[in-house]
DNA sequence: CTTAGTTTGTCTATCCAATAAACAAAGTCG
DNA sequence: CGACTTTGTTTATTGGATAGACAAACTAAG
């Protein structure tokens, strides 16, 4: 009924929160360094640490550089405590990596999908986990957690209720994962993945409010506001590649018109190469690597469009960078000029002076690091309420 | 540094704030209703109650109804023992309320404005607020602070950037307020205010998402996430009158092309009304009720473009509701169902399932009762960290 | 080498908020 | 009237944070 009641447990959770918090960013550090940046008393820092160092989560590594007196016990967090399965499911291929605490890769595995009905993806989706999950050494925590990035609209039960490009309705796959791994399970779309993903270990480290645009044959968007992936009222939002940017445009099968990923995504940029006798994006790239005049018009269309829809995004939410990420991320060299100059004529100038417009620098890795690191925090979300 | 550190004077003002809103949503009530509804200790209850009542927050209003034992003693908050100063300045006219702590209307002052250089308005505004603290009855806590909506864009030190329609540059409104009343000053943009305001007093009660749609000369949003009013990086956002719904439309002066408000505003209206002779909106409003063909049509052409943004805005954020306010509330009658019907055919249908759209209840009040709500809330948040 | 001063991390006594349990006061109902 | 309920306070206890004392470990100046 009520908001969750204060106690000395909360306390003691948050402060705990606040050390290893501190740990995780500033490592090595000493207790006495902790104490000092978090304001807590020294005191109150050794008897937390001591209780994460039970916990196997922290460790001393032994002494650090003295300025003049005793020398400081250095610590550090243990990434190898636990470790995360993130996953990419995409249309015609699973992607699959495990990684520690910190994010580090342990493993990873690619496999192509040839059919896209659920029950064969599905059991190669449990067998590349599977695969994972044995790889993963013996540790404190052992496996903390499983996230999953998937093309299409998700709720907040983890079922996938529309993917238009695999055709699934209704699949629930977080019930059907975590029935069958005993492992917490996090869901989410692609995109939102993605900016998590970028947020975290890409191209948005240390940014707390961005946007991520996954350009491949639709447009998804991933909002991170604050560090923290920002959802909609029913637990889905950020369908901006459903903005209307054409008020009497191209029909869109989702029923609007003129719709932004209809003007800017790959699906967009084959249509008007189809006429020249292109049919993929890999073979306009190279012809745009050879210099094709027309082919560099059609890239520098698609930057336009990009550029209205992000002049949109950033005059709509103000972050700090919005990031291109997906497949059109590789057109980089052949668009960004075009994009760039739209966006800073289009947005609005109180906006424009401290956002960044980057790449994704994980490449293809984006959403299933993201997943990745919808487990871990998961996982440190659980240690705060138990 | 860092987050700031738990301790147990942290927990005691979590604790307050919970038996504070307790009796603030469920007024009258007892200690023992509040320490079942909360969770907390009824010793608790009782100590924190005592420390209320001591602050002049909450008084005893005599015994409630038993139900086979003891008599309970009810509670109320007392709203009388503080009073928040509301300002709406427009671009030709100063609305100023005076509310209780609860948003209860105790005085009400307006006055037009002749010039719109920044000295009289300022002169005249003082005036204004003035007037209202004198008509404050004696409390406790007397004025707790005054807060100001205003037409344009201000920053997170509560100076006015730019007000393009009083053609105002740079006026540190929140200085110069606080330095002449030395009582806490909150500035908003009028949408943020008004978003504000129908949240709490209007259409949108209890209502915890919603987008507010200001549609006057231009279009200006404010956006409550969560019950909170959400800025974007630097402080100001939800500048989605600039979102551009034709690509390549009509020339904008913020520099973008085809942005909404060039197409569903009050402005794009009074264009589109020259040629028949219509000079302001209340003539228009006039002709439509007598039922004129051509004018009734300009009003659906208002309608379909709205609903064109609209179902933008459902896309991006998937609110509870969307709220129309301003001036253009007042052509509901001709726009709502052009409007409605647009936004169904055009808004996601997952989104669609539980969205409201609504418009304003509190009319040209929205903004002046939600710069009230922004200084009860500095109030209230006071507080908390006091 | 000696000695003074510094830094680290632990220990001790204390404070304070929440809590459970006991309790007195004030009611209902048969 | 007596058994039972409900309310709100009192009392003793718990547990986490804290200040300050302290020992250990170190640097550097003389």
Known sequence: MSAPTGDQALIKRMNTAIVLESILRGAPLSRAQISERSGLNKATVSSLVQDLIDSSLVREIGRGQSSGGRKPVM?????????????????????????????????????????SKPEPVLEELCRCIAELIAEAPKCAYGIVGIGVGVPGLVDDNGSLLFAPNLKWRDVPLKRLLSDQFCLPVTIDNEANAGALGEQKYGAGRQIPNLVYVSVGMGIGTGLVLNKLLY????????EMGHISVEAHGKPCSCGNQGCWEMYASELALLESARPLGFDDLESLLAAAASGR????????????????????????????????????SQARPWIEETLRQTVIRRALGFHLRNVHLLFAELGERSAMMGAAEMAIAGFFARLKTV
């Open 293 to 328: 005049e027309d082919v560099l018009e059609l890239f520098q269309g698609i930057g336009e469009y990009l550029g209205i829809g992000i002049a949109n995004i950033v005059n709509v939410f103000n972050p700090d960078a919005v990031i291109i990420g997906n497949r059109m």
């Open 75 to 115: 610590l550090e967090f243990i990434a190898t405590s636990g470790y995360a399965i993130g996953i990419d499911l995409g249309v015609n291929y699973i992607r699959g990596v495990l990684t520690d605490l910190q994010g580090a890769i342990v493993a990873e595995r690619t496999s192509a999908l040839r059919h």
């Open 231 to 238: 959802k909609g009222a029913s637990g889905f939002s950020g």
